[in-house]
């Protein structure tokens, strides 16, 4: 393991050409290193679910694995230290800072609070479903506000749909399926007015892929005791989907609103893990500037075809095929790529989830193949 670090903090500033090279040599214990451009039914491109294919950080695999001797004890040392460390890493202090096993858990607790309180839920339209859904298995209103457009979320439309039973208001930024951003200085205006009237979640799952001058984080709001929760996730640029951790800020009321004490859904394993990954910025890095090579590549493909899209703020484009989104999934599946489901009311529109610049040259030589 310990060649395999000082491999990939090498690769890190490399061409992705060498790091192909290399790759050859370590595949089984770096798999992130290998694109996979033979792709197979049982081994797909995976552009679908806005997954990091690449995988968890060496460091954060080894903090992973070496937790194993730990994990036959209740994990209350290492939620301390996580929340600390989070606490450390935006500045904020630790009371502030929740922890869940992924971000689902705040969005689902928000929307249970909402239900319990009797109130209606407002958000924008399309965006990510969880809250949206569970509300309406709660018996919540949901008041649904088109995005713009310009494909962003409207924030004066929101403003206008706003009403007095409205008791939590859903944001994400950036929005998925579609990857725009709320401009900063107005989002920070309409949360500064909003929060007055209600709970203000704003869901920053996508927030580390963001290099936009537009935008901000709304945490400074929450250091300032507004009526917000931010909330983020380790399943993205830290490839913890499957290891579930999630964190979130807030005054801490809510917090102790949504965990009692504290939290105990999280397991040992994961949280060290985290801690490893949330350190190893070189790998961040490293995986920002991949992302944005897959960009790229898309990009060229889409401009060649003369496809309209929506410039990308975190790791998946959405783009209009010009055909039905089912289509374009179907016909890529027989190339082994999985591409993103139908998203309404842009029913001709594909997300298609970036991977490994190699894979999404793979996929554009299929594209262009079948569609160009
Ligand atoms: C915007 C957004 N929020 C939250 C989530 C859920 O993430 P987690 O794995 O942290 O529960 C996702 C997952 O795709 C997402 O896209």
Redesign the pocket.
């Known amino acids: 393991m310990t060649s395999n670090l000082t491999r990939r903090e090498w690769l890190a500033g490399t061409t992705a050409a060498s790091s192909f090279i290399l790759s050859g040599a370590v595949a089984s214990a770096q798999s992130f290193m290998t694109p996979n451009v033979t792709p197979t039914a049982q081994n797909p491109i995976r552009a679908n679910?806005?997954e990091n294919v690449y995988g968890q950080s060496l460091k954060a695999r080894k903090a992973i694995a070496d937790a194993a001797d730990d994990s036959h004890r209740y994990a209350f040392r290492d939620i301390f230290q996580l929340q600390a460390l989070m606490s450390k890493l935006e500045d904020i202090p630790r009371e502030y800072v929740g922890l869940g096993a992924?971000?689902?858990?705040f969005?689902e607790k928000a929307a249970v609070f909402n239900a319990l309180a009797g109130g209606d839920i407002l958000l924008p339209t399309p965006t990510?479903g969880?809250i949206g859904r569970f509300a309406r298995t709660l018996g919540s209103k949901l008041i649904e506000v088109p995005v713009g457009d310009d494909m962003a979320i409207n924030l004066d439309a929101m403003r206008a749909a706003m009403t007095d039973n409205v008791k939590l208001i859903y944001l994400?930024n950036p929005n998925?399926p579609i990857p725009t951003i709320i401009e900063k200085n107005a989002l920070r205006e309409f949360c500064l007015e909003m929060s007055d009237k209600a709970t203000v979640l704003i869901?920053e799952?996508?927030f580390e892929y963001v290099d936009n001058p537009d935008y901000e984080s709304m945490i400074s709001l929450v250091k300032e005791n507004k009526n917000m929760i931010i909330?983020r996730?380790?399943?993205k640029i830290h490839a913890f989907?499957g290891m579930?951790i999630?964190v979130c800020f807030a005054h801490p009321d809510i917090i102790k609103r949504m965990f009692g004490l504290f939290t105990n859904t999280l397991n040992l394993p994961a949280m060290r893990g985290a801690m490893a990954s949330y350190q190893d910025i070189k790998y961040q890095t490293f995986l920002k500037q991949k992302n944005k090579e897959c960009q790229q590549i898309i990009y060229k493909m889409l401009d060649e075809l003369n496809l309209q899209y929506v410039k990308s703020n975190a790791n998946f484009i959405f783009f209009n095929a010009g055909r039905p989104t089912k289509e374009v999934s179907e016909t890529m599946k027989k190339h082994h790529i999985l591409t993103g489901r139908e998203f309404q009311p842009f029913p001709n529109w594909v997300r298609l989830s970036l991977s490994k610049p190699e894979e999404m040259q793979y996929f554009a030589d299929m594209y262009r193949k079948e569609f160009g």
């Open positions: 679910l806005n992924g971000s689902t858990e969005l990510y969880d994400c998925n869901d799952a996508y909330t996730t380790a399943s989907a579930r999630g």
